[in-house]
């Protein structure tokens, strides 16, 4: 396992590894240094697993804001439908589009 990316996001980092033949997009603590953290979502080039790394750290910055935390590969909030990473890095959401769709769900909830 070969760290090709990081970057801080928030409190914790964020790893593009390469393993085999992927390359994992994971995300760390920065008070245990010497772990990659949990898998978060899997790509077979380098350039869109940095790509998704990025927007991933934009990603949990906004969702955060809604409430919701990080459990392994799932943004998850009480009495909310689960929001898979993987399903939306695959998305390519646009931080507008993600607050639309985070009110939205907001939205169907108190209706």
Same mark, same amino acid.
């Given at each position: 396992m070969t760290v090709k990316y990081q970057i801080p996001c928030s409190e914790s980092d964020i790893y593009v590894l390469e393993k085999e033949n992927a390359?994992?997009?994971?995300?760390?603590?920065?008070v245990n240094p010497l772990s990659f953290g949990n898998k978060?979502?899997?790509?077979?080039s380098l350039g869109r697993a940095v790509d998704a790394a990025?927007?991933?750290c934009k990603l949990y910055t906004l969702i955060k804001e809604y409430g919701y935390h990080l459990e392994s590969d799932n943004f998850r909030k009480e009495g909310m439908e689960n929001l898979? @990473?993987? !399903?939306l890095l695959e998305m390519e959401l646009t931080l507008e589009a993600m607050r639309e769709l985070l009110e939205r769900k907001?939205? @169907?909830? !108190?209706a």
């Amino acid at each position: 396992m070969t760290v090709k990316y990081q970057i801080p996001c928030s409190e914790s980092d964020i790893y593009v590894l390469e393993k085999e033949n992927a390359f994992h997009v994971t995300i760390g603590s920065k008070v245990n240094p010497l772990s990659f953290g949990n898998k978060l979502a899997e790509f077979v080039s380098l350039g869109r697993a940095v790509d998704a790394a990025e927007q991933f750290c934009k990603l949990y910055t906004l969702i955060k804001e809604y409430g919701y935390h990080l459990e392994s590969d799932n943004f998850r909030k009480e009495g909310m439908e689960n929001l898979s @990473v993987p !399903e939306l890095l695959e998305m390519e959401l646009t931080l507008e589009a993600m607050r639309e769709l985070l009110e939205r769900k907001a939205a @169907v909830k !108190e209706a």
